[in-house]
């Protein structure tokens, strides 16, 4: 059996002049305070080529792209660009050599037009006798760029009318498309930080036709934890382990499974989502009951209940309405109609504060603006939700030991990497700021969880601690309502399977440990047209986990 310990073949890249290279880094280390983030890091990345960096939440990955980006400055270690020492002390500069970055979370202005947004900084390219803006002008270029990346976007719309999944691909087409259009640089580099984690199937075949389009005159600097995606996309894979680089391959000489071996240091487990600890949920009476809660003004009321120790799965495509249906029965907004009822309290309009006393936690997609505040710290945006019973006395007065004691024991329960009470949200990479999301929650032992897309931008090592978790609790009783965009995903860890079209349930379909059903049967369903019938039961389950080669084009298929 191949070994994937620290001992593995290291090859940091080739040696200066070695290949023609845009950009060249050299034994690049960065440390905050005590801890090591990056240590000697070196890479290249070939002109007109795309390049990925892979590896464990915390491995180094966001660090490196903050130094490129003129976000951070390194402690150690050279980086060159197109031949020449790059060391940019602002992002500003940074941009100004041809360097774009797309950010792990957006960074869009909501309440502004698209074409405000993408042109954001270079308003003074579009000014007359350097007062007036001429906004006819930048509708004109705004509207370039977009056709440029083939979207279809009003350049005039409010940026915040379109779904999450457009605002990535516009900001996506800004980074991509600005440095050439606007600036007339010859030979970009674009670093993209997990920019398909939120992308519908559409949209990434506009992204990856974007990306072909890129590498004929400029590089990309890719970081995603969607394996597949790395393998079909890249002409080169680093893999990064606790800030050190493990081994330099390109996708002809690895696979899924040996990356994931490399990242992590071990094989990925065949029981990936711990089907095995998949338990049917029994009679005991529903934990939470739905009953005609409608989300969308045209589309009909939604009913459903989840038992004790069930995960109850809910997908759709991005305008199906089921993030919706999670914030209304969670309370985090007001649903059109219906009523919730959790345990054996009454059926009433859900409200976060009152579902939260009755033993409710939610955990939202938009992790950055509605999970936590980054500038805050870790202690502080764990005890968010229950400063006013678990972290206070009934005088009010605020028991500070207590707080940093319990975030302390759930840094180390869900191995939150570079995680101590006093840092910072900010520093700690994005799934590790998803850990303490959900350590915020484990704390108040809810009798119900709702998570929507928990995995969202989180490293396969870590994806596999949070199934984990979740099997942890429903072996405690705790339902689970589970949304997700990951189809694997939802196949794996649920016991049953809602799918939405509109608001609506169009199809339930059952997914027991044994019978799982396959991704081709849930993608038709989510597609089924309106007077099309949706087939309740599943065809013949797959006889693994991961898609047969021969079906992915049949799911792409249907899904243009």
């Known amino acids: 059996m191949m070994s994937f310990s620290s001992t593995t073949e290291h090859r940091p890249g080739p040696p200066p ?61 050279t980086v060159r660009l197109d031949g020449q020492d790059f060391t940019p002390d602002s992002h500003r500069k940074a941009v100004a050599r041809g360097i774009t970055r797309v950010f792990q979370e957006q960074s869009l202005v909501q309440n502004v037009p698209v074409y405000e947004n993408l042109l954001l900084g270079e308003e003074a390219r579009f000014t007359r006798f350097g007062q ?74 506009a992204f990856f036709t974007l990306v072909n389009k890129i590498r004929r005159y400029g590089s990309l600097l890719f970081v995603s934890h969607r394996l597949t995606e ?155 939700g229950s400063g006013g019973d678990l972290f206070s006395n009934r005088f009010g007065l605020w028991r500070g030991r207590k707080e940093r004691s319990a975030t302390l024991a759930h840094i180390d329960a869900l191995a939150i990497r570079s995680a101590t009470p006093d840092l910072t949200m900010a520093r700690l990479s994005g799934g590790n700021q998803q850990k303490v999301v959900l350590a915020r929650w484990l704390e108040r032992k809810p009798d119900v969880l709702i998570l929507d897309n928990p995995t969202r931008g989180v490293d396969a090592g870590a994806k596999q601690e949070i199934y984990r978790v979740l099997r942890d609790l429903t072996d405690q009783g705790v339902a689970i309502i589970l949304i997700t965009d990951e189809l694997l995903e939802l196949i794996g860890l649920s016991n049953r399977i809602l799918i939405l079209q509109h608001g609506g349930v169009v199809a339930e379909v059952p997914a027991p440990p044994d019978a799982k059903p396959e991704e081709q049967h849930l993608v038709a369903l989510m597609l089924s047209g309106p007077g099309q019938p949706a087939a309740a039961s599943p065809p013949p389950p797959a006889p693994a986990a991961d898609v047969p080669a021969e079906a992915k084009p049949a799911i792409l298929e249907a899904a243009q």
Request: proline content about 6%; glycine content about 12%.
């Open 132 to 205: 007036w803006i001429d906004r006819n002008a930048m509708i004109r270029t705004a509207r370039q760029i977009i056709e440029e990346a083939g979207l279809d976007v009003d350049v005039r719309r409010k940026t915040g009318d379109y779904d999450f999944s457009t605002r990535q691909s516009i900001e996506i087409a800004r980074a991509c498309l600005t440095p050439t259009i606007l600036r007339g640089v010859a030979e970009p580099l674009v670093l993209l930080d997990e920019p398909t984690s939120a992308l519908d199937r559409r949209d990434e075949e």
């Open 230 to 384: 790395v393998l079909d996309i890249s002409d080169v894979i680093y893999v990064l382990k606790d800030g050190a680089m493990v081994t330099r391959v390109t996708p002809d000489e690895t696979d899924e499974h040996q990356l994931h071996g490399f990242m992590v240091g071990r094989e990925r487990a065949a029981d990936y989502y711990y089907e095995n600890r998949q338990q049917p949920p029994g009679t005991a009476a529903p934990a939470i009951r739905a009953e005609g809660v409608q989300v969308l003004p045209d589309g009909p009321g939604v009913t459903l209940e989840v038992r004790p120790g069930e995960i109850l799965g809910i997908g759709g495509l991005l305008d199906s309405g089921k993030s919706r249906l999670g914030k209304a029965i969670a309370g985090v907004i007001r649903p059109l109609a219906g009523r919730v009822a959790i345990g054996d309290g009454p059926l009433r309009h859900p409200e976060i504060g009152h579902s939260t006393r009755k033993g409710l936690g939610y955990i939202p997609a938009e992790r950055l603006t509605e999970g936590i505040i980054a500038g805050f710290p870790t202690a502080w945006n764990f005890s968010t």
């Open 17 to 77: 002049g070695a290949v023609d290279s845009l950009l060249e880094v050299r034994n690049l280390s960065k440390s905050y305070g005590p801890i090591r983030v990056i240590s000697d890091v070196s890479f290249d990345v070939p002109r007109r080529s795309v390049v990925t960096l892979v590896g464990e939440n915390g491995a180094g990955k966001s660090t490196i792209f903050n130094i490129l980006s003129g976000l951070t400055a390194q402690d150690s270690g």
